[in-house]
C-alpha cells in the first residue's frame, strides 16, 4: 500500500513564522499547525504544497529546502514540512479558524496538532537565524 504524502509550508518572513489554527476535524478544531495538505496522485511535493498554500491562504509561494525529518501518521501516510517563501498576496484563512505570525518565543508556548511538535526544534533554529 502507498504512504499517502502530506506536505506543510513554513513561510518565514522577518523572524516570524506563519501558522494555522485547524477548524475541523473536531479532535483538532483550536490546535495550530504549518498549513500544507495532501500530496495528490501525479504531484510533486513542491507542487502540492504550492497549490494547497493557494488554495488555503491564497498565496503564491515559491518551494524551498525540506525543513526536519519525516513524520510518520500512523502507516498509512508521512509529513513533509518545507521552507517556502512569499512570491505574491496576502495569507488569508481560507480553509482555518485563524492564522498568526508568531517568533522562537512563542512557538513553545502554542496549542500544536501534535505531529507538527516534531518540528518544533527545527522551525526554532529557522526562525534564530532570521533574527
Request: charged share 20%; aromatic share 4%; hydrophobic share 45%.
Amino acid at each position: 500500500m502507498a504512504v499517502q504524502i502530506v506536505v506543510a509550508g513554513a513561510l518565514i518572513i522577518d523572524g516570524s513564522l506563519l501558522v494555522a489554527q485547524r477548524d475541523r476535524p473536531p479532535a483538532l478544531a483550536g490546535l495550530w499547525e504549518l498549513p500544507g495538505g495532501k500530496v495528490s496522485p501525479g504531484e510533486s511535493d513542491a507542487e502540492a504544497l504550492a497549490r494547497e498554500l493557494r488554495e488555503e491562504l491564497g498565496v503564491q509561494v515559491a518551494v524551498g529546502a525540506r525543513l526536519g525529518a519525516e513524520v510518520p501518521l500512523g502507516e498509512t501516510m508521512a509529513l513533509r514540512a518545507y521552507r517556502v517563501t512569499l512570491t505574491a498576496g496576502s495569507a488569508q484563512p481560507h480553509d482555518h479558524r485563524a492564522l498568526r505570525w508568531v517568533g522562537s518565543a512563542e512557538l513553545h508556548t502554542l496549542p500544536w496538532v501534535p505531529a507538527d511538535t516534531a518540528w518544533l526544534p527545527d522551525l526554532t533554529a529557522a526562525l534564530g537565524q532570521c533574527s
